[in-house]
């Protein structure tokens, strides 16, 4: 049973630092997901990126039941209602889209669930919020920059916000878009940047995932 919209929205409060990751091999997927919870993370949104997407998310949702307490897997990059419901039956806690779809928004709320959409413009972002959202993505981050939320907060004094992409995982620009005022961020490929020195498996994603956490909470 996946965790309903307001549980998963608390979780995002106080792990509001997402890995956004894809990968076609599911044991890369699962050594990914130990590794952030290693690191504190307690949400994590796999993407729907390829063709192993379904099955791989299936074996992420069967691995965190059984080996990690608290976490909130969501599936990202949803453009439909029927990949949506795909993804729900698999046992999806939120569905996050890079695009604002009104049928999806149906389909998500009607299970209880977290839906997160995909926004660029002030006019997207109030269709969201009639359709329901309590969480906007501001995507592409990177184009929209920081500024941009300053701009348009105070327009939507109920709504949350997230980036993804053009976020770093480095003090300064954690510092400049939580200070602009976002509830999370979502990190892609930034996050898995493997250094030069690290050695073999993901110890220095646990070390990165909890050391970006500490920044947050300072």
């Excluded at 919870?37 to 099955?55: D, I």
């Excluded at 909130?72 to 029927?82: P, R, V």
Aim: aromatic share 8%.
């Amino acid at each position: 049973m996946a965790t309903d919209k307001n549980q998963v929205l608390d979780t995002i409060k106080t792990s509001p630092v997402i890995p956004v990751f894809f990968n076609a091999d599911p044991e890369v997927c699962k050594a990914v997901l130990a590794a952030c919870y290693e690191g504190g993370m307690r949400v994590f949104e796999f993407t729907n990126r390829g063709e192993q997407a379904l099955a791989n998310f299936k074996v992420l949702v069967e691995t965190a039941k059984a080996q990690y307490p608290g976490m909130k897997l969501g599936i990202g990059t949803i453009k439909d209602s029927e990949t949506a419901t795909k993804f729900i039956e698999a046992g999806a806690d939120f569905i996050v889209s890079p695009i604002m779809n009104a049928d999806i928004a149906k389909t998500v709320h009607a299970q209880g669930l977290l839906w997160i959409p995909g926004c660029m413009t002030p006019t997207e972002i109030d269709q969201a919020e009639k359709a329901g959202a309590s969480l906007v993505k501001l995507f592409p981050g990177n184009v929209l920059g920081s500024g941009f939320l300053k701009a348009i907060k105070e327009l939507f004094p109920k709504l949350l916000f997230m980036p993804t992409g053009g976020v770093a995982p480095t003090k300064e620009s954690l510092d400049e878009w939580f200070s602009a005022g976002v509830t999370a961020t979502g990190l892609g490929s930034k996050l898995f940047e493997k250094p030069a020195d690290a050695g073999d498996g993901y110890e220095w994603l646990s070390k990165r995932a909890a050391n970006m956490l500490e920044m947050v909470k300072k």
